[in-house]
């Protein structure tokens, strides 16, 4: 069993930056693949980013390359987003997820947090 407890949410006027955490109960963290989804209201959750078990290797959605970072510290057991020049379509409550596979699907992820809300005003 895998507890994730997301934090760094808030309110930031475009083009600004939100660094959100993710922190894992237990000890097997580095087991698990991490992921972050979002999900705006009246849509669909969507993949923002991945990141492999050794944070070698990592996944981004098309709409937060290039903006967004994803890392983790298998130290303290947590995973990072780093989200810059953000942008009102960014809104949404922002989730982590664990998984024993990387990837952008959410029927992969075993275990998901409660989210954190992102409000990016214009």
């Known amino acids: 069993q895998v507890q994730l407890v997301e934090s760094g949410g808030g309110l930031v006027q475009a083009g600004g930056s939100l660094r959100l955490s993710c922190a894992a109960s237990?000890?097997?963290?580095?087991?698990?693949?991490m992921g972050w989804f979002r999900q705006a209201p009246g849509k669909e959750r969507e993949f923002v980013a991945a990141?492999?078990?050794?944070?070698?290797?990592?996944l981004y959605a098309d709409s937060v390359k290039g903006r967004f970072t994803i890392s983790r510290d298998n130290a303290k057991n947590t995973v990072y987003l780093q989200m810059n020049s953000l942008k009102p379509g960014d809104t949404a409550v922002y989730y982590c997820?664990?998984?024993?596979?990387?990837?952008?699907?959410?029927?992969?992820?075993?275990?998901w947090g409660r989210g954190t809300q992102v409000t990016v005003s214009s």
């Open positions: 997820a664990a998984s024993r596979l990387t990837g952008s699907t959410p029927d992969l992820y075993d275990y």
């Open positions: 237990g000890r097997t963290f580095s087991s698990y693949a």
């Open positions: 990141i492999n078990r050794s944070g070698g290797s990592t």
